[in-house]
């Protein structure tokens, strides 16, 4: 059966608001894997716009599933993953003016730098997951570079608006899976999976972990964090 990631970035979000120090981003995660997460996904940006260096530490010692790093590739970044070890590093691009990821990495014109990366973190015993479009020319570059996972980015499934739309993005998305899981690749995905989109993502089949934030956060503010993950946990076991 999948897996569900709960991404808790929204919490540090609404912490960092204020400046203060609630909600817990480490206090969620808790609550989370109390509801039935598989594991907990952050992203530790360059500005640190919600996730601070103190969460990943903390959650580093208390998660008891998995701790999922997104990060950029870069230098920084690299030494602080080798440094606190979470169970993967999901390499995402990142850009200072967006709101959130906007796409996935660009490994096929990168290939060498990404490959750079992926070696110095596995070198450190940290499985890497690359955040990529479901690209078949990206999909080839990503076990070019080595990556041991690559997580499909769901975006543009997720907003397109009209039902022949989501058939195409969904046609994608599962001609990619298809892809890196001949090429041995394990697969993920995320980004803009909700309640009710995330049924016909789930049973496309050779998906091992779906990381979703932002909907289950936002049920999460109206019912109450257990029931939100629990929620999400059911439509994936039975998609």
């Known amino acids: 059966m999948a897996r569900l990631g709960v991404n808790i970035d929204h919490v540090a979000t609404i912490r960092q608001a204020r400046g203060g120090v609630e909600p817990d981003p480490v206090a969620a995660a808790a609550i989370a894997e109390l509801a039935g997460a598989d594991g907990i996904t952050i992203h530790l940006r360059e500005d640190r716009r919600h ?11 208390t998660v ?16 602080i993953a080798l440094s606190v070890k979470p169970n993967i590093c999901t390499l995402v691009p990142e850009k200072r003016q967006e709101l959130t990821t906007e796409g996935g990495l660009d490994v096929r014109l990168n290939v060498q730098t990404i490959a750079e990366a992926v070696e110095q973190l596995q070198e450190g015993e940290i499985p890497v997951s690359l955040f990529i479009d479901p690209d078949p020319d990206q999909i080839k570059a990503a076990d070019k570079a080595g990556a041991d996972y690559v997580e499909i ?40 999976l909700n309640y009710i989109n995330i049924k016909k993502v789930a049973a496309i089949g050779g998906i091992a972990e779906y990381n979703i934030g932002h909907s289950i956060i936002s049920r999460a503010v109206l019912v109450g964090l257990d029931r939100a993950v629990r929620e999400m946990v059911e439509l994936i076991k039975y998609a």
């Open 51 to 61: 996730i601070q260096d103190r969460d990943l530490r903390l959650l580093r010692e």
């Open 64 to 79: 008891k599933t998995r701790l999922n790093l997104e990060m950029a590739a870069t230098r920084e970044m690299i030494a």
């Open 153 to 192: 980015h769901t975006g543009s499934f997720a907003e397109a608006k009209e039902w022949k739309s989501q058939e195409q993005e969904l046609i994608k998305i599962e001609n990619a899976v298809k892809l890196a899981v001949k090429l041995g690749l394990g697969v993920n995905a995320g980004h803009g």
